[in-house]
């Protein structure tokens, strides 16, 4: 019954900007965190970022002071503002929300993936 929703990914030239959304529906009891991983073709999938409820945040070392993400908990959306894209910030960009339910039961949810691609 969980839905998480992406938006925001597209086409953009090295040095330019993206910001992406997902969007969580569905009943959810309580929200641990809410990130965002990245693949790219014959690569993992790796965490770019993630920000508590109480927001604290976390980035991989190769997109910090270019990428921020943010929540806004009363709407249970997550952000992630790209700024300076490189050409190796090209992925499938995929929302992650952890959860809990009433028993302490953990749970992840994910939404479809959104394609940014860097490019001249």
């Known amino acids: 019954q969980v839905q998480l929703v992406e938006s925001g990914g597209g086409l953009v030239q090295p040095g330019g900007s993206l910001r992406l959304s997902c969007a969580a529906s569905g009943i959810i009891w309580s929200i641990n965190a809410m990130g965002w991983y990245r693949q790219a073709p014959g690569k993992e999938r790796e965490l770019v970022a993630a920000v508590t409820s109480v927001g604290s945040t976390n980035y991989v070392d190769s997109v910090k002071g270019r990428f921020t993400i943010s929540r806004d908990n009363a709407k249970n959306t997550v952000y992630l503002q790209m700024n300076s894209l490189k050409p190796e910030d090209t992925a499938v960009y995929y929302c992650?929300?952890?959860?809990?339910?009433?028993?302490?039961?953990?749970?992840?949810?994910w939404g479809q993936g959104t394609q940014v691609t860097v490019s001249s």
């Open positions: 992650n929300v952890n959860a809990r339910d009433w028993l302490g039961y953990e749970y992840d949810y």
